[in-house]
């Protein structure tokens, strides 16, 4: 019988790369997460532009973008994955390989579904420039993120991924971890973001981040302008405080919130069924 649809072989390829010593933490989780984030994140509500279908991040338009930095390295830790299966699409693997991180690193189970074509539509092509910029404030975050359709307590449930990973001098600039554990999922951003000092620090290469400075510690905590403003807005912070306090309503929020991003811009009918990946005119194949 062919393995073509058996997504539970492509989850089983994607949980065995996770574990990587040598990288990071010593898990690629993370910029998985952050992969399949910003191959959605893309997304217009009102052009119904953007969004994971058609796995742009391929091409130069929208890989090149300075705001994908640093996500060539988990497109190519799951080249393999594509090369064991290669009848899964890439929009499909990446969206998937984020919701396995995420599971796999204690978080909850999210709702994906599969369908995803990487068929390019120029029509739906996203301009660079969509994506969230760290270094900005209030109005920023709620305009990006309205855009996609979501609203203040989902954009705070999504901003909790930032438990995940660190940010890298050579990618965006700043520089750090957000929490002490980034390869485990909980709800320690928004506890930290609560209850710990921070106090904003120029780094050498001119970029402005928060920290929160520990003279027992090797290495301080971070926060990007972004994440201190969920704490200067009172549609933001009463999410952030609510997410401090109950991490099982961290979990169901950001659960749907994230089953949401992953389907931004794709249509399926009762079924499930993806109506808008075939038959799409102009496009081309990878
Ligand atoms: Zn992030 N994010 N993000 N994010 N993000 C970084 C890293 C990670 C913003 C942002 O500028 C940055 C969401 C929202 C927003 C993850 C997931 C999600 C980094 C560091 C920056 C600068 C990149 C680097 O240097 O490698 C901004 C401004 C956001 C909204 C306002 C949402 C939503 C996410 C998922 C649901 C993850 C997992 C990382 C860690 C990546 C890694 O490589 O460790």
């Not at 909790?160 to 999922?185: I, Y």
Request: proline letters at 5%.
């Amino acid at each position: 019988m062919s393995e073509r649809g058996n997504y539970e072989a492509i989850r089983k390829s994607i949980l065995e790369l996770l574990d990587q010593p040598e990288y990071d933490d010593g898990s690629v989780g993370p910029v998985l997460v952050r992969l399949a984030w910003h191959s959605a994140g893309t997304y217009d509500a009102e052009t119904d532009t953007g969004g994971s279908n058609g796995a742009g991040m391929r091409y130069e338009a929208e890989g090149g973008d300075p705001a994908n930095a640093g996500l060539q390295h988990a497109r190519v830790f799951l080249e393999p994955v594509k090369a064991a299966h290669p009848w899964v699409t890439y929009s499909d693997l990446w969206t998937l390989a984020g919701c396995v991180a995420i599971e796999a690193m204690g978080g909850p189970k999210i709702n994906w579904l599969p369908g995803r074509t990487d068929f390019v539509d120029d029509s739906k092509l996203p301009p660079r420039g969509r994506l969230p910029d760290g270094a900005k404030g209030v109005d920023h975050v709620r305009n990006v993120f309205t855009r996609m359709g979501f609203n203040d307590q989902e954009i705070v449930a999504l901003s909790g991924a930032h438990n995940l990973g660190r940010c890298h001098t050579d990618r965006s600039g700043f520089e750090g971890k957000w929490v002490h554990s980034p390869t485990r999922f909980s709800n320690q951003y928004f506890r930290l973001l609560t209850r710990l000092e921070w106090k904003p620090k120029k780094l050498n290469n001119g970029v402005l981040q928060f920290v929160h400075v520990d003279e027992d510690l090797d290495e301080g905590l971070m926060m990007l302008p972004t994440d201190m403003a969920l704490l200067s807005d009172p549609g933001f912070k009463e999410w952030v405080l609510l997410y401090a306090d109950d991490k099982a309503a961290f979990y169901a929020d950001f659960a749907n919130a994230f089953a949401k991003l992953m389907e931004l811009g794709i249509q399926r009918d009762a079924q499930g069924k993806v109506v808008n990946s075939d038959n799409l005119k102009g496009g081309y194949h990878s």
